[in-house]
């Protein structure tokens, strides 16, 4: 599976948007987007995933570039309970395995 | 969406002993299940795939004398630890998919402690 690259940790205020950056600069046409976010000690939870286009769901939005080497989580309107690691995976297929990064520690304050 | 459940979600035992984890999927059906283990302030590590009625496929590095995973059915993996030793101290996470969407369905996550 294709590497990628996210920042460590950011900060987005209650009530605006968060915009989650991921390069994956490798990927294959065959490989999705997926991410995942995890809240401290629980279990990973699904967010989206998308191959090339533009993804949007109850929870966030997926932007892919049209050269598909970077991709922006956006949750619209950030709450305290966001405030979790969150994982950009690239992935082959619908039934492989899911190969995890160091994540994005997103903090949503007051 | 699917859920996957598993039992215990802490256990805290003696060195030496063998613990037990179960991992269910409650309204679908698992044909693949992966295990994780978490150490603190840590990514989730793959530690094994296993699909139905097959032995699992253990990732480098991985003892598969030492975490016994069994699927014998859609709905049920188990991850043994055996003989644990307090480094195994860890969370571990499992997981399923149907291989038809496309997603993969965690379970909220077991935290071995060993004493």
């Known amino acids: 599976d294709a590497k990628t690259t996210q920042p460590p940790s950011m900060d987005c205020a209650e009530g605006r948007a968060a915009n989650l950056p991921c390069n994956h600069s490798t990927i294959s046409g065959n490989e999705y987007v997926y991410w995942y976010r995890q809240i401290h000690s629980q279990g990973p939870q699904y967010i989206i995933h998308?191959?090339?286009n533009n993804e949007t769901n109850e929870m966030a939005s997926l932007i892919i570039t049209e050269d598909r080497k970077s991709s922006t989580l956006i949750l619209p309107h950030a709450t305290l309970r966001d405030t979790a690691v969150y994982y950009c995976?690239?992935?082959?297929?619908?039934?492989?395995?899911?190969?995890f990064g160091t994540g994005t520690r997103l903090q949503v304050t007051l | 969406g699917a859920v996957v459940s598993q039992h215990p979600s802490r256990v805290i035992c003696k060195s030496g002993t063998s613990v037990k984890i179960e991992c269910r999927s409650l309204d679908f059906q698992a044909t693949t299940m992966f295990w994780y283990r978490q150490f603190p302030k840590k990514s989730l590590m793959l530690m094994a795939t296993?699909?139905?009625?097959?032995?699992?496929?253990?990732e480098q590095g991985v003892e598969k004398d030492k975490f016994l995973i069994n699927h014998a059915s859609l709905t049920l993996s188990t991850l043994t630890v055996t003989s644990a030793h307090p480094e195994d101290s860890s969370f571990y996470i499992c997981s399923g998919t149907s291989g038809n969407t496309g997603e993969l369905f965690f379970g909220e996550g077991s935290r071995l402690t060993v004493l």
């Open positions: 995976i690239v992935r082959i297929g619908t039934a492989s395995k899911l190969t």
């Open positions: 998308g191959l090339k």
């Open positions: 296993s699909n139905e009625g097959s032995k699992a496929t253990y």
